[in-house]
């Protein structure tokens, strides 16, 4: 048995999960990765010793428990879990269906859930392991007329992780939120991105966030999705593991300017904010 760390790794036929896998398969570790189609993992990634391509549906339990099983079968173990299964949804609040809504939280947010729920018993009982739950930068600033669906789920992710990191330290298991900015992957692509199916005309500057990145920045983000990846990898085997882990420069900017705001309106509503007890005279 191959004794180099073993991870999993869902969404993994494309963007940064492919990136990562490929990286990871590089450097000889085992790899478990997921997809809707394990015919696209080896078509993309090819044959290796230490990779096993999995078909899962990351919305149905019995499908990620077994795909679980399957892992520990053939490696003995699971080292590192990496929740990256998702996709975008572009759209104001008022035009997207409750489906729609809906169904984005099914991938994004309780799919994730489902690796959770299926993987902690194997890593609690080895009392080791780190869970790295992909979110965005749109999980952290909500600033993205047009997203904020999909911002709201990554939102939810990063609330989820940082729960989960207090719950699983007892037993020797780390969880890092990573929150990545624009990467040049195919995440901007009709496959990846989704849009309303009934769109409100009026609003226009959703119209135009939609538009930008459909046909301006897809394609020419900044981000090199194989350096991300080898981040991922240093933070993974980092004896400092962050729990917030963000990817860009552009993400580094925007965290920086929602954490001024946020402090920004702090100040200003301070004194009146804090003079809520019972025994302070407002």
């Not at 077994?66 to 003995?76: K, L």
């Not at 459909?214 to 980092?238: C, F, R, Y």
Request: with cysteine.
């Amino acid at each position: 048995m191959n004794m180099q760390k073993t991870w999993f790794v869902t969404g993994a036929s494309k963007g940064l999960g492919l990136s990562l896998v490929k990286q990871l398969l590089n450097k000889g570790y085992n790899v478990a990765a997921t997809s809707r189609n394990a015919a696209d993992l080896d078509k993309a990634v090819g044959n290796h010793d230490n990779f096993l391509p999995l078909t899962v549906n990351i919305k149905a339990e019995d499908s990620v428990s077994d795909a679980i099983a399957q892992t520990i079968a053939r490696f003995g173990k699971i080292d590192v879990v990496v929740n990256n299964a998702g996709y975008g949804l572009t759209g104001s609040l008022e035009e997207l269906s409750d489906e729609e809504a809906r169904e984005n939280f099914n991938v994004n947010v309780f799919g994730s859930l489902n690796v959770i729920r299926a993987v902690m018993p194997y890593l609690r009982a080895q009392q080791s392991g780190h869970i790295f739950n992909v979110s965005s930068i749109g999980g952290f600033t909500g600033n993205f007329p047009g997203f904020g669906i999909y911002c709201a789920t990554k939102f939810a992710v990063q609330g989820l992780t940082e729960s989960l990191s207090a719950e699983a330290k007892e037993f020797g298991i780390k969880a890092t939120i990573v929150s990545p900015g624009y990467f040049r992957t195919n995440f901007l692509e009709p496959d990846s991105l989704s849009t309303p199916k009934n769109e409100i005309q009026a609003y226009k500057q959703v119209r135009a966030v939609q538009a930008a990145h459909q046909n301006d920045i897809n394609g020419n983000q900044a981000g090199d999705p194989e350096k991300a990846a080898l981040v991922m990898i240093a933070a993974a085997e980092s004896a400092n593991a962050p729990m917030h882990l963000f990817l860009g420069a552009d993400a580094y900017a925007l965290a920086e300017k929602k954490i001024a705001d946020v402090q920004a309106d702090m100040e200003a509503w301070r004194k009146l904010a804090t003079a809520t007890g019972f025994e302070v005279e407002v």
